[in-house]
């Protein structure tokens, strides 16, 4: 099975400064819905990893996080598009839990549900954490210069991030890490 782990926020859709708490603050980022389409009919099966505060912060409930989750399903049906699963940590950083990014709690659950080693798991995200918790987890790294990475565009060499786990492919955004993936050879 080809499975790849991506981010949530700043990934699939526009970061904020605070949290996505409603269906309204949901929106893709351009291009991001059909990207994930043509990886879909590439042959590759998605789950999302995302931190979750707001819940444990009670800034929104799992009523408001199911019906973002709703309408993030329904555009992405709409451009023939799916995520498989949603994995999500509703933990403040305080509660020190194994399942917060940038722990590899979450791409640990995902290797065990899917049945797929991690070092066959692409993690593709945009904030530092993500890929270090994939990293953790012996997953390859990608990182997207979206979201929280978009101020990296301006570095001479974005892969000399303090942090930025060895090995970690840069790509300007999903799509463009779409194409990369989609040309690599069949394994």
């Known amino acids: 099975m080809k499975l790849l782990i991506l981010d949530r926020d700043g990934t699939l859709n526009r970061s904020r400064e605070d ?3 409603s269906p309204d603050e949901w929106e893709a980022l ?3 819905l059909e990207a994930l389409a043509r990886l879909n009919h590439g042959g590759w099966r998605v ?12 800034v929104f409930d799992m009523t408001a996080l199911n019906a973002i989750h709703s309408k993030m399903h329904r555009q ?8 498989d699963a949603v994995f999500f940590c509703p933990h403040v950083p305080e509660d ?10 979450l791409f640990v659950q995902i290797s065990k549900r899917f049945g797929v080693p991690p070092a066959q ?15 953790a987890a012996g997953c390859p790294t990608h990182l997207l210069l979206t ?5 990296l565009r301006a570095l001479a060499d974005p892969g000399s991030v303090i942090g930025l786990p060895p090995g970690t492919r840069i790509h300007e955004d999903l799509s463009a890490f779409a194409d990369w993936l989609l040309q690599q050879p069949v394994k």
């Open 19 to 21: 949290y996505v708490a």
């Open 30 to 32: 351009p291009g991001a």
């Open 47 to 58: 789950a999302l990893a995302t931190n979750q505060s707001g819940l444990g912060r009670g």
């Open 76 to 83: 992405l049906a709409a451009v023939g598009a799916r995520v």
């Open 96 to 105: 020190a839990c194994g399942c917060r990014k940038p722990a590899p709690g």
């Open 121 to 135: 798991l692409p993690v593709v995200g945009n904030a530092l954490r993500h890929v270090q918790a994939g990293a």
């Open 147 to 151: 979201g929280k990475s978009e101020s």
